[in-house]
């Protein structure tokens, strides 16, 4: 037992040293996946600019076939894009108070009172005999009513 301990012992700073060499490779691994797929977001988001961009320069185009002089489309255009971000804006806003997380502030915070709450008196206790289980089988709100003797 003893030299099965002894040997455990050994074989310990081995195990750990393999487990934190694997730790170490799946970080980096990690940590070049977390760069490819920023890159890739990058990549991403320029290419929906893009697309965004060709989608209103379609739009002007559309606007001017139909006899529109080009300042008044890309006028209706910039409008419609300066809806849109102002909608966005008006959701953010909305959506910041939430960041506070208002109800676990609320349910951590000690009330601002310098006297604690009085708690209600307590009840005396009424002695009862148990019902019968028959009587709970008719009664759906028996469990909210008190039991009577």
């Known amino acids: 037992m003893l030299q099965t301990l002894q040997g455990l012992w050994r074989d310990l700073p081995g195990l750990i040293g393999d487990r934190i060499d ?40 559309l606007l001017m076939l139909w006899g529109l002089h080009w300042s008044v489309a890309l006028l209706i255009v910039l409008a419609l894009n300066l809806g849109a971000a102002w909608f966005a804006a008006a959701r953010i806003r909305s959506l910041v108070p ?45 469990a909210s009513r008190p039991v009577t003797p």
């Open 22 to 61: 694997l730790l170490a490779l799946e970080v980096q691994r990690a940590g070049k996946a977390l760069m490819q797929i920023i890159a890739l977001v990058i990549v991403a988001a320029i290419l929906v600019v893009t697309a965004w961009l060709a989608l209103w320069s379609a739009v002007v185009g």
């Open 98 to 142: 939430d960041l506070r997380l208002p109800a676990t502030r609320r349910h951590l915070t000690t009330s601002s009172s310098p006297k604690p709450k009085e708690a209600a008196p307590p009840q005396p206790l009424a002695e009862s005999r148990p019902q019968p289980m028959s009587s709970y089988a008719n009664n759906s709100d028996a």
